[in-house]
């Protein structure tokens, strides 16, 4: 069965096309990318602006318009901090409805976390105890912990590359320092994670969003001399991010056209977004980070195998018989941890 899942982002709007077999296993089709920028210049008033609502429509139609070529039967639309923000957040999607049959799901910064830790977990290496994901929109940050059984923190801030872009960094603001003044709210932003964390083991860091993924592409060629050719498990050091988030924030714009690795399409936000990181890393006193393209688009199809065809979700290690009562819980809606016990 194919089954396709749109993120309506921030930034961008993503496709992925997924062929689910009757053994659980998952493979990807098609994907697409459509940077529509739909939060930009209307965060901080809560509303889309037309011009964004239009692009993104389009958008979609294209996404429709493939969908249905490659014989999807079911399409999960998701939207996340820029329409769930919005004052016309439901005209929005009621002008997708009308425009591509589309039922967009707008879900909570929380509901989002959930989605991109199914999404990343199963490229989580959790040999060293419990993983820490980050992932980094437009709009917000969700950051959780988890290991193989359990989410154990969940967080979703209103901190975005776009958003904190728009407040410090637009023409017109006037701050002497804006690249200090948004240090200084993120760090205010992630006080919370900091405190809620103390004490926790966190084996590893995982980043999964583009933002991140450049940084990781820049700072690799920067290291080796070479640009990499892939951006799934690039690893590096804080201090190499650190170093490249200084040199981002001094740089002109032709400046970071010409830098290795830059993908000219975040020239205006990742000055920002690379602030987002470094001091997500300083709030959880992490060494390093390792990059992983699965996000969201990846859970919202791993919460359709859950919602829709719950055996097939379950592990392959386990039993016929545990998986026959696992099914039977999932089936009923029954307290796991109260049954494991």
Request: proline content about 4%; hydrophobic content about 40%.
């Given at each position: 069965?194919?089954?396709?899942?749109?993120?309506?982002?921030?930034?961008?709007?993503?496709?992925?096309?997924?062929?689910?077999?009757?053994?659980?296993?998952?493979?990807?089709?098609?994907?697409?990318?459509?940077?529509?920028?739909?939060?930009?210049?209307?965060?901080?008033?809560?509303?889309?602006?037309?011009?964004?609502?239009?692009?993104?429509?389009?958008?979609?139609?294209?996404?429709?318009?493939?969908?249905?070529?490659?014989?999807?039967?079911?399409?999960?639309?998701?939207?996340?901090?820029?329409?769930?923000?919005?004052?016309?957040?439901?005209?929005?999607?009621?002008?997708?409805?009308?425009?591509?049959?589309?039922?967009?799901?707008?879900?909570?910064?929380?509901?989002?976390?959930?989605?991109?830790?199914?999404?990343?977990?199963?490229?989580?290496?959790?040999?060293?105890?419990?993983?820490?994901?980050?992932?980094?929109?437009?709009?917000?940050?969700?950051?959780?912990?988890?290991?193989?059984?359990?989410?154990?923190?969940?967080?979703?801030?209103?901190?975005?590359?776009?958003?904190?872009?728009?407040?410090?960094?637009?023409?017109?603001?006037?701050?002497?320092?804006?690249?200090?003044?948004?240090?200084?709210?993120?760090?205010?932003?992630?006080?919370?994670?900091?405190?809620?964390?103390?004490?926790?083991?966190?084996?590893?860091?995982?980043?999964?969003?583009?933002?991140?993924?450049?940084?990781?592409?820049?700072?690799?060629?920067?290291?080796?001399?070479?640009?990499?050719?892939?951006?799934?498990?690039?690893?590096?050091?804080?201090?190499?991010?650190?170093?490249?988030?200084?040199?981002?924030?001094?740089?002109?714009?032709?400046?970071?056209?010409?830098?290795?690795?830059?993908?000219?399409?975040?020239?205006?936000?990742l000055p920002v977004g690379a602030q987002i990181v470094r001091?997500?890393?300083?709030?959880?006193?992490?060494?390093?980070?390792?990059?992983?393209?699965?996000?969201?688009?990846?859970?919202?199809?791993?919460?359709?195998?859950?919602?829709?065809?719950?055996?097939?979700?379950?592990?392959?290690?386990?039993?016929?018989?545990?998986?026959?009562?696992?099914?039977?819980?999932?089936?009923?809606?029954?307290?796991?941890?109260?049954?494991?016990?």
């Amino acid at each position: 069965m194919r089954v396709a899942a749109i993120d309506i982002g921030t930034n961008s709007i993503h496709l992925m096309v997924a062929e689910i077999h009757p053994d659980g296993r998952v493979e990807t089709i098609e994907t697409a990318r459509s940077q529509v920028m739909l939060g930009s210049g209307g965060l901080e008033r809560h509303v889309l602006r037309e011009e964004a609502i239009e692009r993104a429509i389009a958008a979609l139609q294209s996404f429709r318009v493939a969908a249905d070529t490659l014989g999807v039967e079911d399409i999960e639309a998701t939207a996340t901090s820029a329409v769930r923000e919005a004052s016309n957040g439901a005209d929005f999607c009621d002008a997708v409805k009308q425009a591509t049959g589309l039922h967009v799901r707008v879900i909570s910064g929380l509901d989002e976390a959930r989605l991109i830790w199914l999404g990343v977990l199963p490229a989580l290496d959790l040999s060293r105890g419990p993983a820490l994901a980050f992932d980094i929109g437009g709009g917000s940050t969700e950051i959780i912990l988890g290991d193989a059984a359990n989410i154990r923190h969940a967080f979703s801030l209103h901190l975005g590359h776009i958003r904190l872009t728009d407040r410090f960094r637009s023409p017109g603001v006037a701050t002497a320092d804006p690249i200090g003044a948004a240090r200084e709210s993120i760090r205010a932003e992630l006080a919370p994670v900091t405190q809620r964390l103390r004490g926790e083991t966190i084996g590893s860091v995982v980043g999964t969003s583009g933002t991140t993924r450049c940084l990781a592409r820049m700072a690799t060629a920067l290291r080796t001399g070479r640009v990499p050719d892939h951006e799934e498990g690039l690893v590096v050091s804080r201090k190499e991010l650190d170093r490249l988030a200084d040199r981002l924030a001094r740089a002109s714009v032709d400046e970071l056209l010409r830098m290795p690795g830059m993908d000219p399409r975040r020239r205006d936000t990742l000055p920002v977004g690379a602030q987002i990181v470094r001091e997500l890393l300083r709030a959880v006193r992490a060494q390093e980070l390792t990059t992983s393209e699965r996000s969201l688009r990846e859970g919202i199809i791993a919460d359709w195998i859950l919602r829709h065809r719950p055996e097939i979700a379950l592990s392959r290690d386990h039993d016929p018989r545990e998986r026959s009562v696992l099914h039977t819980m999932s089936r009923f809606g029954v307290d796991e941890p109260h049954a494991r016990q």
